[in-house]
């Protein structure tokens, strides 16, 4: 009886094991991508701003706004003052978009 109450305990601790896998990769997809190797001048983390949370720390020098849709999310990043004081760089999922003379006046 401790034989097979033993496999029982066993065979339920792998299988919960593995169910958590995923969620694992979901909830922690910046971590794995940004502490990676890769490429110099590459960011995988920018294929997931359509679904996942950002966290701020992640880029700390940007302005990163999550916003919340039923559990998905739409993330934008942007910086001002890049190269110029007037230039502006913002990505989300779908687009990047850079102006280099960006007029913002709630923004001066």
Same mark, same amino acid.
């Given at each position: 009886?401790?034989?097979?109450?033993?496999? *029982? &305990? $066993?065979?339920?601790?792998?299988? %919960?094991?593995?169910?958590?896998? +995923?969620?694992?990769?979901?909830? #922690?997809?910046?971590?794995?991508?940004?502490?990676?190797?890769?490429?110099?001048?590459?960011?995988?983390? *920018? &294929? $997931?701003?359509?679904?996942?949370? %950002?966290?701020?720390?992640?880029? +700390?020098?940007?302005?990163?706004? #999550?916003?919340?849709?039923?559990?998905?999310?739409?993330?934008?990043?942007?910086?001002?003052?890049?190269?110029?004081?007037?230039?502006?760089?913002?990505?989300?999922?779908?687009?990047?978009?850079?102006?280099?003379?960006?007029?913002?006046?709630?923004?001066?």
């Amino acid at each position: 009886m401790e034989k097979k109450a033993l496999w *029982i &305990t $066993l065979i339920v601790l792998s299988i %919960l094991f593995i169910i958590q896998i +995923p969620f694992n990769f979901h909830n #922690n997809a910046y971590y794995y991508a940004t502490h990676t190797q890769e490429k110099k001048d590459h960011y995988p983390f *920018i &294929t $997931l701003l359509d679904s996942n949370y %950002l966290p701020a720390s992640y880029v +700390p020098s940007y302005n990163v706004e #999550n916003d919340d849709k039923r559990g998905s999310y739409i993330v934008s990043i942007s910086k001002r003052q890049v190269r110029t004081k007037k230039d502006i760089v913002e990505l989300n999922g779908a687009n990047i978009y850079y102006s280099k003379d960006y007029n913002d006046e709630a923004g001066n």
